[in-house]
């Protein structure tokens, strides 16, 4: 089992930057994927970036890119989402997913933090 802890959400103004962590820990060897995906109210999950794990990567939505970056640090089992120029239509709930290995799912899942963009 892998436990994921996703911090550094919050209410930030259009424009500004935001940077959301994401702690693995269990059975972190098994990890093959580790990512996030956001969810905005009435709408459906969807992918924003992930890493290989043990290389290939990063993966980044097209509708973030240029604006959001994903970056590691392996040796803390923690994965980060720097999020720039941030707009009203990003406000949503992001989730940290982990896929295990020899699996297409994301089986692992995160509780969520909540991101705002409002002024």
């Known amino acids: 089992q892998v436990k994921l802890v996703e911090s550094g959400g919050g209410l930030v103004r259009p424009g500004e930057s935001l940077t959301l962590s994401c702690a693995a820990s269990?059975?972190?060897?098994?990890?093959?994927?580790l990512g996030w995906f956001r969810q905005a109210p009435g709408k459906e999950r969807e992918f924003v970036a992930a890493f290989r794990w043990n290389g290939g990567g990063p993966y980044v939505a097209d509708s973030v890119k240029g604006r959001f970056t994903i970056s590691r640090d392996n040796a803390a089992n923690t994965v980060f989402l720097q999020m720039y120029r941030l707009e009203p239509e990003d406000t949503a709930v992001y989730y940290c997913a982990a896929k295990g290995l020899g699996s297409n799912d994301y089986g692992s899942w995160g509780q969520g933090t909540q991101v705002t963009v409002s002024s």
């Open positions: 269990g059975r972190t060897a098994y990890i093959s994927v």
